[in-house]
């Protein structure tokens, strides 16, 4: 009996480290994610603003920063929903504090300046849309 009671509590234990690892998992994707859109953005709109509207003209370039900043919005509101989750103990929770703050900002924009220097601006800014405007937490229609 005890033998049972001990198997049915590690069986019970290992179901909840599994679904607070698929809910960790699942946020801090979505995270590491919007964060390279706001990397890649931000080479974007800080250091080629002038060069698209020229190339671009004024609508895609704000649908350019419109991404980016839809990317920024769902990245700072993950820091106010995991906390919420009741899905996660608190030591997931505080892994995703931990991991969500090593962003991936920094890949993104480093992937933002090679893909101008090699391709130009009108390929690099489709290749931020499809990368960046297919998540689901954007609200903002394909160009």
Same mark, same amino acid.
């Given at each position: ?26 946020? $801090? *994707?979505?995270?590491?994610?919007? @964060? ?8 974007? /709109? &800080?250091?080629?603003? !002038? ?28 820091? $106010? *929903?995991?906390?919420?989750?009741? @899905? ?8 995703? /504090? &931990?991991?969500?703050? !090593? ?41």
């Amino acid at each position: 009996m005890k033998t049972r009671l001990i198997a049915a509590i590690i069986a019970l234990t290992s179901t909840i480290a599994a679904a607070d690892q698929a809910t960790y998992d699942k946020y $801090i *994707e979505e995270s590491n994610q919007a @964060s390279f859109c706001i990397g890649f953005g931000d080479i974007l /709109q &800080n250091y080629h603003l !002038d060069e698209m509207v020229e190339v671009l003209g004024e609508d895609r370039t704000m649908k350019v920063m419109d991404v980016r900043n839809s990317a920024l919005n769902r990245w700072v509101s993950l820091f $106010i *929903e995991v906390p919420l989750e009741s @899905s996660m103990n608190k030591i997931w929770k505080q892994r995703f /504090q &931990n991991n969500a703050k !090593d962003s991936r900002q920094v890949d993104g924009q480093r992937h933002g300046r090679n893909m101008y220097k090699f391709v130009g601006l009108r390929p690099t800014v489709i290749l931020f849309f499809d990368q960046c405007k297919k998540q689901t937490w954007l609200d903002v229609l394909t160009p």
